[in-house]
């Protein structure tokens, strides 16, 4: 019995498997700081009610599949790898947390459609008290039903917005990078307050979330050729009040 013990604690399969289980752990563990960053970002992006413990949990099970698939990839590969994966885990749950309901799809486009006619009778965007107010409503009643109708909540982004922010940069040119580059960081910001929300929902996931744009395809269930109609719109809406 004893030879045979120590035949098995030699056996190289065996090593392999626990110098394997002993590096997936450790990477687990180096990891988790990241989920629990993502899974706090995503919180303030999600409607209420997404418990952080929940964001987390299927973070960690979204991490723990990476390890098991990784195929050698470097450290700074499989980081980039794993966030991609993690965050997707997260926004997959809100998604699934926060459905759009037909009522609360009809009360989006009763909003979006308010807000066109007063933008075009006040030449301006409507705060939402003008907003509320061409709709019949409190102030307390219309933000309940505009937070009901929305299938996502995103924080302002121009508390977002830094000029130090690598993530507000795009690689073109003519993009956000080369606005940054001119110096009118605070023009931009209210320029990026200013567009419709869906633009700023857009412009929100790809420069600050830095989702790809099947990613914010998916998180708002559109097609990607639309998300990338949006996106080209919500940059010449800003290139040209930064022209202006």
Known sequence: MRHEHIAIAGNPRHEARRAYAGEAEHRIRAFMPMVKKLAWHAHGSGRPGIEIED?????????????????????????????????????DLIRREAPTTRTAARKRREIEEESRRLASQLGRIPSEGELADAMGMDAREFASVRAQSEPLRFDAIDSCYSDSNAAFADASAD??????????????????????????????????????????????????????????????????????
């Open 175 to 244: 993009g956000l990078q080369a606005m940054e580059q001119a110096e009118q960081g605070e023009r931009l910001a209210n320029a990026i307050a200013d567009l419709p929300e869906r633009l700023q929902m857009i412009t929100q996931l790809y420069f600050v979330e830095e989702l790809n744009l099947g990613e914010i395809a998916a998180v708002l269930g559109v097609s990607i050729p639309r998300v990338h109609q949006l996106k080209a719109q919500a940059l010449e809406r800003l290139k040209a009040a930064m022209a202006d």
């Open 55 to 91: 964001l987390i949990q299927v973070g960690l099970i979204a991490l723990t599949e990476c390890v098991r698939r990784h195929d050698g990839q470097g450290e700074h590969a499989f980081a980039a790898y794993a966030k991609t994966r993690v965050r997707g885990a997260m926004f």
